[in-house]
């Protein structure tokens, strides 16, 4: 059975940095395509990274300079790392692999 799980989400002050993990188990096959979404109340779900092949990286301009996508060592897993934090990161984070359904997502909440 194929699993996903988002984790990493917390409470920061503003400034404040966080690493959220992706990971699939149960999967056979490497993906090579994953995005982080994340959807603040009352808002719609908005792209923020995405990297494709482990190593093309693209940015939402949000996040530009403040955060970083990557994969990691074991297979089928990766991170986004959140630094300088702002109030207006607040959301629930997903990540989105290819050919992989939607899963929990991670809350993330920034205090001013």
């Known amino acids: 059975q194929v699993q996903l799980v988002e984790s990493g989400g917390g409470l920061v002050p503003t400034g404040g940095s966080l690493r959220l993990s992706c990971a699939v188990s149960?999967?056979?096959?490497?993906?090579?395509?994953i995005d982080w979404y994340r959807q603040a109340p009352g808002k719609e779900r908005d792209l923020v990274a995405s990297?494709?092949?482990?190593?093309?990286?693209t940015y939402a301009d949000s996040a530009k300079g403040r955060f970083t996508i990557s994969s990691g060592s074991a297979r089928n897993t990766w991170y986004l790392q959140m630094n300088n934090l702002k109030p207006e990161d607040t959301a629930v984070y997903y990540c989105?692999?290819?050919?992989?359904?939607w899963g929990q997502g991670t809350q993330v909440a920034v205090s001013s």
């Open positions: 989105k692999p290819d050919r992989i359904k």
């Open positions: 990297i494709i092949n482990g190593d093309r990286t």
């Open positions: 149960g999967y056979n096959s490497r993906i090579y395509y």
